[in-house]
């Protein structure tokens, strides 16, 4: 089979839509230089001082890691220079940043820079997750609330994941594809065509640390999956990297589910919408798979604030319908 690489698959399909103006590959070809960057900053890490606590912290008030810092930079530089964005919106950032001189573009984009960034110390997978929107006035310069969309207006989702080797998963709404950095060539080949994820899988990710404070709809469903059934092949395996890139990455391709549920601590769960779990349901709905929040489709989410947090419930068909309807019957 020939090499198809990143640039050449964007412009294929770009050339399928006539009224393409060729703005997805300007912004592709910023995430792509600036996933390489990182990337080279990742391998290494040891090497040079990138590891460890900046000695700040982000809007949320976890702790940021220099590499976090680092990512956010590089992102925001290469995808302020496309000319096609006017808006990014960082988990690195308080607020959202309007690129100088953007005001005319009409692509908002959502980022995390660096996802899973407490592994960064112990070289475990770390990630880089994306949406694009399309701004809905441009009659007018850009505002927050331009960036306050619904996940069901994203018009492409992906991510970069750093692990044994670097990948890009992506989708612009027509089926999901992956891409492998060739670090020889330095370009990213099309190595996963038309991802589909398995109606159902036999792995459970989810910190069970905090199994004492788990609805107790999840907790029966954690249950279930740790019982014995020969005949649904139970038990599950319990998998859990503790970063949500890895964990997804892993469950699209092999199947299972991925759930971070509301809690005592963090009653509206702990991960972003904007940034991290609307992206991952588009990709995963994309793939054939589900994304809830437990009570609501996440792309259904009307978002009130940029940092805003919800639970997840992601992942391979059957499991994530039996794990929702699990916590809503209980």
Known sequence: MAMIILEQFIADQQALHKNATGAFSRIFRAME??????????????????????????????????????????????????????????????NAYFVKGGENSEYIISIDPLDGSSNIDVNASIGTIFSVYRRTDTSRPPVTEDCLQQGVHQVAAGYFIYGSSTMLVYTTGTGVNGFTLDDSLQEFCLSHPDLKIPDTGKIFSINEGNSADFPAGVAAYIAWCKAKDTETHRPYGARYIGSLIADFHRNLLKGGIFIYPPTAKTPNGKLRLMY????????????????????????????TELHQRVPLFIGSKDMVEMAVGMLLEI
């Open 276 to 303: 991290e779990c609307n992206t991952m349901a588009f990709i995963v709905e994309q793939a054939g798979g589900l994304a809830s929040t437990g009570t609501q489709r996440v792309m259904e989410v009307v978002p």
């Open 33 to 94: 230089l600036g996933a390489k960057i990182v990337n080279r900053d990742v391998r290494k890490a040891g090497l040079i001082d990138i590891l460890g606590d900046l000695g700040s912290t982000n809007i949320q008030g976890e702790e940021q890691k220099k590499l976090d810092v680092i990512a956010d930079e590089i992102f925001i530089a290469a995808l302020s220079r496309c000319g096609e964005v006017c808006a990014i919106i960082s988990e690195e950032q308080d």
